[in-house]
């Protein structure tokens, strides 16, 4: 008898934990974002009346948040394309016989272990306009100090070092493990064949680790719509810039929902951003089952 | 057969390494100098002496004792609570039968790519209607679990536990509790350590969900004290990177006592023909 019981009841057990606080901490917050986003709703006192679509037709006619979605869209393209491009050329040096592997691959990996407001402080530092260490190498060039946040292509150059500096060698070690895993007789029969180094890691490697470079590209993607913390103390006040010229969508939602305390407009742009991290996690798995199909 | 790599790619590796370690090698030097020191005309380029003065200033300017404090009991939490409850589910879902095994491990994958920030409006809601609003709870409660953690362990569990081991304990009158906590626990501890190390750091450096719910002058984490300290209309440099190499000490120090299992974790510990 408790044998059964054992049997039947304690796997639902087990797994509860997970799906109780996945519940309440996942999927009601979700829903209740939604429902918010269809009222004026202030953060502190609750909502104030129904108003159905007002939230979103406000958002899509609000300059403000086409600046937020232009930047966060810039910023994720500067620091993307060379992360990855620099990542998978350092991972094929890794790819090769090396003496204190473990070690390499540590001092590659560190940079994704540090504290994001760390990065940014010494970043911000280093890109200081009175006392930072770029101003001043870049002084030997005859440049004049140079305000980094005051426009936005330099700022966003700005933030976007702090996640390069931050992910490449995570991905390195990721396109390292994919590498890793493609039989190496392919490479020797390529070898054998005559084919150049550039020709075997164009032929055999790159396809052999297309499902990782393209999960690596989506999950910079979200990852990328989520930008707060770099841009958020990337320069003095909170609302990234002046100008807002490197005001991310997240940054806009967090203005709105908890300095401004307008929850349901906050709800909205919360909903529009799943949208967009929902269409990217569609777009892999139907790449990747292509993709696998294929191979 | 692979060569070894030549000269110029040496160079270029090394080059990666420097810049790896730069930002933090700067910390450093800014951390030990004054701000006049600093703002001289050329900055100085190696560590000097002032750090344990502007150590003490740190303390001075922000509660950076209760920030560590804080930032370990949250952490410390979060992880030993993630590794037990997520190779509890890992374990189910890698080897034992149940009606809806399937869907509900469907559900974990599909949450894995959902960012939790995206319903951080309602969340402040309901954790403030549970009262636990500048309170640890507000960041320990929703990390209790992750479904990174329950996918990770389901995997190392299919690798590591055979289930014939699984089965032949339950013969022996073994319940499944009993299972989970003499075969299964022990035998995942390589994974297990993994995430807890990831799971320590990513708890250690939340930002965003303790910076809505907690008071960074009356429930700091360390990221919240480290940000309150550079959030004045100037900035002290030298000060606010004193804190963030304090705050990131711990973080450098775990990762040197296990950096080896870590990378192994993630690259796998194949060895090359």
């Not at chain 1, 760390?118 to 911000?124: E, S």
């Not at chain 2, 299992?261 to 194949?270: D, F, I």
Request: aromatic share 12%; charged share 10%; glycine share 8%.
């Amino acid at each position: 008898m408790f044998a059964r019981l054992d049997r039947k009841v304690t796997p639902y057990l087990f797994v509860a934990p997970f799906f109780v606080l996945f519940a309440t901490f996942g999927v009601y917050p979700l829903a209740r974002t939604a429902w918010m986003s269809l009222h004026r709703w202030d953060l502190l006192t609750g909502p104030v009346r129904f108003s159905g679509l007002a939230n979103y037709a406000h958002l899509f006619t609000d300059p403000l948040f086409y600046n937020a979605l232009a930047n966060t869209a810039s910023i994720f393209v500067v620091s993307t394309v060379p992360q990855l491009a620099a990542a998978l050329g350092i991972a094929a040096l890794l790819d090769r016989p090396l003496r204190g592997r473990t070690a390499w691959h540590g001092a590659v990996l560190l940079p994704n272990l540090v504290p994001v407001v760390a990065v940014a402080l010494v970043f911000t530092q280093l890109f200081g306009r009175d006392q930072g260490f770029v101003t001043w190498v870049l002084t030997w060039f005859g440049a004049d100090p140079f305000d980094w946040q005051a426009h936005a292509w330099s700022a966003h150059l700005g933030v976007a070092v702090m996640v390069i500096w931050r992910w490449t060698g995570y991905n390195a070690l990721l396109y390292l493990a994919a590498m890793q895993a493609v039989p190496r007789e392919l490479h020797e029969a390529a070898a054998l064949d005559g084919a150049s180094r550039a020709r075997v890691f164009r032929s055999v490697t790159l396809p052999g680790i297309r499902p990782t470079l393209l999960f690596t590209v989506v999950v910079s993607a979200i990852g990328g719509l989520q930008l707060f913390t770099e841009p958020r103390l990337f320069g003095v006040g909170s609302s990234g810039g002046n100008d807002r010229q490197f005001q991310t969508l997240v940054m806009y939602l967090y203005e709105n929902g908890f300095e401004r305390f307008d929850a349901g407009y906050a709800a909205a742009i919360s909903w529009v951003l799943f949208a967009l991290c929902a269409v990217l996690a569609s777009v892999n798995a139907v790449l990747v089952r292509r993709l696998v199909g294929r191979g | 057969m692979r060569r070894a790599p030549g000269v110029l790619a040496r160079a270029a590796l090394l080059l990666v390494v420097v810049g790896s370690l730069f930002p933090l090698y700067w910390s450093i030097v800014v951390a030990s100098h004054d701000n006049a020191a600093m703002s001289a005309r050329v900055p100085p380029l190696l560590p000097g002496g002032e750090l344990g003065h502007n150590a003490h200033a740190v303390f001075e300017a922000v509660d950076f004792q209760a920030a560590m404090a804080n930032s370990a009991i949250v952490a410390g939490t979060v992880t030993v609570s993630n590794v037990l409850l997520s190779t509890l589910a890992g374990f189910a879902f890698a080897h034992l039968v149940f009606r809806g095994r399937r869907v509900l491990f469907g559900l974990v994958l599909g949450s894995v790519l959902v960012p939790a920030l995206l319903g951080v409006v309602p969340m402040f809601e309901l954790v403030s209607g549970l009262g636990w609003y500048g309170r640890l709870e507000a960041v320990i409660v929703p990390g209790l679990v992750s479904a990174f953690g329950v996918f990770w362990m389901r995997q190392a569990c299919r690798e590591a536990v055979p289930r014939e081991l699984v089965d032949a304990a339950r013969v022996d009158g073994c319940s499944l509790p009993r299972v989970y906590w003499h075969v299964v626990l022990p035998a995942l501890r390589p994974n297990a350590l993994v995430l807890a190390m990831l799971t320590f750091l990513t708890s250690w450096n939340d930002f965003f969900w303790p910076l809505v719910v907690l008071d960074p002058v009356e429930s700091p984490t360390v990221q919240l004290a480290l940000s309150h300290l550079a959030g004045g209309y100037y900035t002290d440099y030298p000060l606010v990177l004193t804190g963030a190499v304090l705050g990131t000490l711990p973080v450098v120090v775990l990762f040197a006592l296990l950096a080896r299992k870590l990378v192994t974790g993630l690259v796998g510990g194949r060895v090359n023909p």
